[in-house]
């Protein structure tokens, strides 16, 4: 190419470039730039690692047995799953994880955002719709993005704003929810909206990222509600210190993903690695109450202190409203300065004005360091 059309083409690249950096600077200026840094050292009050199981020796040792077992556990899939990616170890690690929670089909996936793209871009079709709370994760709208499915979202944890809703659409229903929510800290009705779903015959799907783990299989199986719900998403990366996902579903489901899901099919397998972890990490849950009743300890003197929090009680995510990016911003890095490492979640991860200091408590955490971060906390505001 010469002359004329290259000088365009350097010119579209040119202004590609003025404009991305035009969006990082804006971001610059508002204080919400976001960048991969080294690991904070600290006190940890803001991972998932709800039950410390990334730091448990005991559950590593029991992975490091089974990989010198067999070490090709370690090899990677070699294609899609379906085609040379597909193994017994998954195939069986999928049949256990139906069995655990009781339904009729279970399907792995290498991450909780991907199954919930998995799941909401394929199966809600033309003439559907997506009811979606409106603080659900952002991996189940970005799936109903990619689906012909209407969009439409009800206020947070509304019934009847959602009934009023299911009583207006057409056509087959899906209502998508997190049994406890990632940056409130709150827990969804879950008897009430499986009770409205199964009413309107609507599809209701839960995603049980930040539940599974501190309560045993999740709140839908802890609240006996598999068989009602259409799919639940557990995912492994939080409580479960690994990573990965599934979609526990019926088989019709799970066979349609299979057959029509892009994430599913298009991407080389998780290696065996992936399964015998989740399998393992069951196990060693099932055998290990104690860090889940720490946990529950620990969320208790978290709340013994008052502090105006906006979550439930049981909740091992506790956030503060502290409106406004600088504010919430300033009180993450005073808290920072003092080595206790929280999470200020600021617009556009949640809506402007409702900016907010997230805690995660751990069954690891002390209670003076409970103490001194509550202290340092209501000094501050
Ligand atoms: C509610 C919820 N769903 C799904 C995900 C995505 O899970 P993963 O981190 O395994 O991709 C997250 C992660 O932050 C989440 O909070």
Do not use: W
């Amino acid at each position: 190419m010469t002359g004329l059309p290259l000088l365009k083409k350097k010119y579209f690249m040119l202004n590609t470039l003025v404009r991305l950096n035009q969006a990082l600077e804006d971001r610059t200026q508002k204080d919400i730039l976001r960048r991969l840094k080294p690991p904070d050292k600290g006190i940890d009050f803001y991972s998932n690692d709800y039950l410390g199981f990334t730091q448990n020796v005991l559950l590593q040792e029991m992975l490091l047995k089974e990989i010198n077992k067999q070490p090709y556990l370690l090899k990677g899939a070699t294609g899609s799953r379906l085609i040379s990616g597909n193994t017994d170890f998954m195939m069986e690690a999928e049949a256990f994880l139906a069995k655990k929670h009781g339904v009729e089909s279970a399907l792995l996936l290498p991450s909780g955002y991907l199954a919930n793209m998995a799941f909401f871009s394929s199966i809600p079709q033309h003439g559907d719709t997506v009811l979606m709370d409106e603080f659900v994760h952002r991996s189940v709208r970005d799936g109903a993005r990619l689906s012909p499915a209407r969009r439409l979202k009800f206020a947070h944890n509304d019934l009847n704003h959602l009934e009023k809703l299911l009583k207006e659409v057409k056509g087959s229903c899906f209502i998508a929810v997190e049994s406890l929510y990632s940056m409130e800290g709150d827990f969804a009705p879950l008897e009430e909206l499986t009770e409205l779903a199964n009413r309107y015959q609507a599809c209701l799907i839960v995603d049980e990222a930040h539940a599974f783990g501190v309560f045993g299989y999740g709140l839908v199986a802890k609240k006996n509600l598999q068989k009602k719900i259409f799919a639940t998403v557990v995912t492994y990366g939080k409580a479960l210190g690994m990573h990965g996902a599934a979609i526990l579903s019926n088989q019709t489901t799970i066979s349609y993903l299979v057959n029509f899901s892009s994430p599913v099919i298009y991407t080389t397998g998780s290696n065996d690695l992936h399964a015998m972890s989740i399998k393992k990490g069951y196990d060693f849950m099932e055998h290990n109450s104690t860090p889940a009743q720490n946990l529950q300890n620990n969320i208790r003197e978290f709340r013994r202190i008052g502090l105006p929090t906006l979550s439930d009680a049981q909740s091992p995510i506790q956030t503060l409203p502290i409106p406004g990016i600088s504010a919430a911003k300033k009180l993450q890095r005073h808290l920072m300065s003092k080595r206790f490492l929280t999470f200020a979640a600021v617009s556009p991860t949640v809506k402007e004005g409702e900016e907010r200091l997230r805690i995660c408590l751990h069954a690891f955490n002390s209670k003076e360091e409970i103490n001194q971060l509550t202290n340092i906390i209501r000094d501050f505001i």
